[in-house]
């Protein structure tokens, strides 16, 4: 296997230049037999292959709306491509065929190094592209007189190293601007932190349940129904951890993408933000007695889960780490699927990466809110458990004390396998992911040169 770097190319090509000027004077061919010729063995710098239209690897013409007249030449170099490279300012296909103001690709701070973590790592490593080719489309391919080049393809078999964008990860987003392409993320893991915040009544509306008010400790009112409006609840900050499902990027002049997942929310503890009562509540004895209590209220949400769903602008994503997956960037004058490709290439300038990516832990930097969306779905799951499992109360409790709430289980567990499990849409909005951060490729200080 041969190994390049790109300057080595040049000198590479001038060397062989000069030595078949020096000996080709000297040299004369000799003849070989077959079995000389047998017994020979080599390799090829350069490879040449055609697919043509009507064969069954044209993924093209076998696609639904492909075209059937579109073959493929590609020239190879096998050997593998070591480069190390920072871009300023990507751009390609702006305005043009796809439309005005913007462009299919915009990147800042483009770089590609090794696969490493400290600058001088980076600046000293090179990504390796393994057999490095261009590929051709061509229109009818076998009429001289008809046929003409309708995409041109820049690829490689294997590409290892990694590809950082922007300068820094912070809230602002940096880096990515448009991108199109295809990329399949694989499925990724992270923790989060919710914030500390309120529930109150005038937001979420009544909180309703069962009391037992007892008397003393054997003589009790049992299942008096409760009903509140008036609250306010501390919700602690929680723990949280979940998984995203393999996702799929694939569209034109993209600047978000979405992830869907499950996520496993650890117990809630809520209470009176204050030692004064936080719940008026009206308590109905023997059935047809309201009695108005205030009192301070402490309780637990046990066992939440939720739909999570990740809406991320791609500038907030900064770096992907590339381990032997096939990548490609190529430029059509209209919808291709070249060959070996997951998807077709749409018009203009498209970039592709042909295997999964593992963009690591996507835990969130910072503490990530609670919506009002999200808690009110909490809400009726609370008052179903109010409803099946009764605070329990003495008289004095009830009036001025503190109300221990049980804790609520919002789903099932090895003791109470048959509670229905309640699921919350829980979106995460372009979070700031700490496994994001990136050391630039450079020495020094720059952050980017």
């Not at 013409?61 to 007249?69: L, M």
């Not at 949280?240 to 996520?263: E, H």
Request: glycine residues 8%.
């Amino acid at each position: 296997m041969f190994i390049f770097k790109p300057l080595y190319v040049t000198f590479f090509s001038l060397s062989v230049f000069s030595t078949s000027i020096l000996y080709a004077e000297s040299l004369t061919l000799q003849l070989m037999t077959d079995e000389q010729l047998g017994e020979t063995t080599g390799q090829a710098l350069m490879t040449l292959s055609y697919v043509a239209p009507t064969d069954t690897t044209n993924l093209e013409s076998k696609r639904s709306g492909g075209d059937r007249n579109i073959g493929f030449y590609k020239l190879g170099l096998d050997a593998d491509l070591a480069i190390n490279a920072n871009i300023k300012k990507l751009q390609l296909g702006c305005g043009g065929i796809n439309g005005a103001g913007s462009c299919d690709i915009d990147i800042d701070n483009f770089s590609l190094s090794g696969n490493a973590t400290t600058r001088e790592g980076r600046a000293s490593s090179d990504a390796i592209l393994s057999n490095p080719f261009f590929e051709f489309a061509i229109r009818k391919p076998e009429s001289a007189s008809q046929r003409e080049i309708v995409g041109l393809r820049l690829s490689a078999e294997k590409a290892v190293g990694l590809l950082t964008f922007g300068t820094d990860n912070g809230i602002t987003p940096n880096g990515i601007n448009s991108l199109s392409g295809y990329m399949e993320l694989a499925s990724a893991k992270g923790n989060a932190m919710t914030q500390e915040r309120a529930m109150d009544g005038a937001t979420f509306g009544a909180m309703t349940g069962k009391v037992n008010v007892c008397l003393s400790g054997r003589i009790c009112v049992n299942n008096n129904p409760m009903s509140s409006t008036d609250y306010i609840l501390q919700l602690r900050s929680a723990a949280a951890s979940f998984v995203t499902d393999p996702a799929i990027i694939n569209g034109k002049r993209l600047s978000s993408v979405q992830l869907t997942g499950k996520a496993d929310i650890a117990p809630i503890v809520f209470e009176c933000a204050t030692t004064a009562g936080c719940m008026k509540a009206k308590v109905t004895v023997f059935g047809f007695i309201p009695v108005n209590i205030q009192t301070s209220v402490v309780g637990k949400l046990n066992n939440l889960k939720a739909n999570v769903t990740v809406n991320q602008s791609l500038g907030l994503i900064h770096n992907i780490p590339v381990n032997g997956n096939a990548f490609s960037l190529s430029l059509q004058q209209q919808d291709i699927q070249w060959t070996r490709a997951a998807v077709k290439a749409q018009r203009g300038w498209w970039m592709a990466f042909e295997s999964p990516i593992e963009i690591g832990d996507i835990s969130p930097l910072n503490k990530v809110a609670i919506p009002d969306s999200t808690l009110a779905q909490v809400l009726p799951s609370v008052n179903n458990a109010l409803n099946s499992n009764p605070i329990v109360c003495q008289l004095t409790q009830c009036f001025s004390g503190m109300l221990t709430i049980p804790d609520l289980f919002l789903g099932p567990d090895s003791n109470r396998p048959n509670i229905p499990q309640t699921y919350v849409d829980f979106p995460l909005n372009n979070q700031v992911l700490s496994k994001q951060n990136f050391a630039p490729n450079c020495y020094g200080t720059l952050k980017f040169c």
